[in-house]
C-alpha cells in the first residue's frame, strides 16, 4: 500500500494547474493542523481541507513532474495550515519524531489514498465482460459422472482452453450493459464463481477447481487468470471533456451512494485512465404539455451531486468508487470532467 500513499497526496489537486482560474476553497471551518492516524485515507484528510478534495496537491503547491518523487505520509505526521505571502492557502508536513522501531512499523502502513478494502474485490475478478468476448473463450463441456455442479477439487473438461495457461478464473454472464444513448450493448457484469488450474491439455482440457464461490457447472466460461498491477491511484482531472453516463449500480440496485461502486459508458478507448476524477450530475426532466396540449419532455439543468473516482477502467466501461455525494446517483445520471 506504501506505493499507493503519497502520489494521491500530491495530485488530489493536479487539475487545478490545467484548469486556470479555479481556486481552492477552504471548507468552513478547517482545522490548522491535522495529525494523521491509523484508518485515515488521503481523500478523507483532504475533506478537511478542501470543498473539493481532489484539488489536493496544488494546495501543497506540487504539479505533475513533482508527482514523479512524491512524499510519503504516515500515521503520527502533522499536515499544518497556513498562508504564502498572498494570504492563499497552503499545506505543510510535519514529520513525526522518529522513535526507533515504532516508527519502523508505521513506515510499512503508510494510510492509503482510499478505502482500499472496497475496491480490492474489483481488482482481480473479471467482473466486467467486454460484448462478444464469450463467443470464442473457453467453455464446460462436461464433469465427471455428469454432475450437474461441481466445487473445489472437482475436475471438469473445457474445450478451447490454451494449453499454455495453467490458472483461470471461471464466470458466467451476468446482465448486459447498455449504453443509454445508443441502446449497444457495452458488455456483460459477469458472475463471477471461482478459479480453476489446468492440469491437463487437450481438446477437451482437464481442470481442477481450485476455489469456488458459486456452483460451476457445464457452459461455464473460463478465461485466464491476469494479475493486475500495483498502481499509484493519482487522483487527477481529465484533461479533456467526458461527457458519459452511470450505467450500473455493482450489487443490482437502482440508486448508489458514497462508498458504492459504479460503473459508467466510458472507458480506455474514451481515453479514461485510472485515477480520472469524475465529476457526478443529476440527469432529470419532466413532463409539460405545451400549447396544443401535447407532452413535452423538458430536462432540468444538470446539478452537482458527487465525485467518482476510477479504479478500473476496460476497453468501453468502467469501474469507479462514488467518494463523495449530496445524495443519491441513480443510472443514467452523467459522469463528466470536473
Do not use: C
Amino acid at each position: 500500500m506504501i506505493r499507493i500513499i503519497s502520489a494521491f497526496i500530491l495530485a488530489m489537486v493536479s487539475s487545478l494547474s490545467s484548469a486556470a482560474g479555479q481556486e481552492l476553497r477552504l471548507v468552513d471551518g478547517a482545522p490548522q493542523r491535522h495529525v494523521v492516524v491509523p484508518g485515515d485515507t488521503l481523500w478523507g484528510i483532504s475533506g478537511k481541507f478542501l470543498k473539493d478534495p481532489w484539488l489536493w496537491p496544488d494546495i501543497w503547491r506540487m504539479n505533475r513532474e513533482d508527482i514523479r518523487n512524491p512524499h510519503r505520509i504516515f500515521p503520527g505526521d502533522v499536515i499544518l495550515l497556513d498562508r504564502d505571502v498572498l494570504g492563499k492557502p497552503r499545506l505543510r508536513l510535519e514529520r513525526a519524531r522518529m522513535v526507533p522501531q515504532i516508527h519502523i512499523e508505521t513506515m510499512e502502513q503508510g494510510i492509503p489514498a482510499i478505502p482500499p478494502n472496497v475496491i480490492r474485490p474489483f481488482l482481480s475478478d473479471p467482473l466486467i465482460v467486454e460484448a462478444h468476448s464469450l463467443d470464442t473463450a473457453a467453455r464446460i463441456i462436461a464433469t465427471p459422472n455428469d454432475r450437474v455442479y461441481i466445487g473445489n477439487g472437482d475436475l471438469a473438461y473445457v474445450a478451447n482452453a490454451d494449453p499454455a495457461k495453467l490458472d483461470w478464473q471461471v464466470y458466467r454472464n451476468g446482465k448486459p450493459l447498455l449504453d443509454p444513448e445508443s441502446g449497444e450493448i457495452l458488455g456483460y457484469e459477469a458472475f463471477y464463481l471461482g478459479t480453476a488450474r489446468q492440469i491437463e491439455a487437450g481438446n477437451p482440457a482437464t481442470f481442477e477447481v481450485v476455489t469456488m464461490k458459486q456452483e460451476i457447472g457445464r457452459s461455464d466460461r473460463l478465461v485466464p487468470a491476469i494479475r493486475p498491477p500495483l498502481v499509484a491511484y493519482v487522483p487527477h482531472r481529465p484533461d479533456f471533456l467526458v461527457d458519459g453516463r452511470v450505467i450500473s449500480v455493482y450489487g443490482g440496485v437502482d440508486a448508489a451512494g458514497r462508498g458504492s461502486i459504479v460503473s459508467i459508458n466510458r472507458g480506455t478507448q474514451d481515453g479514461i485512465e485510472i485515477g480520472h476524477v469524475l465529476a457526478l450530475e443529476r440527469n432529470r426532466t419532466v413532463i409539460e404539455r405545451d400549447e396544443q396540449d401535447q407532452k413535452v419532455v423538458v430536462p432540468i439543468p444538470p446539478e452537482r451531486i458527487g465525485l467518482l473516482f476510477v479504479f478500473r477502467p476496460f476497453e468501453r466501461i468502467s469501474y469507479g468508487l462514488i467518494v463523495q455525494s449530496d445524495g443519491t446517483v441513480d443510472v443514467n445520471d452523467f459522469a463528466r470532467t470536473p
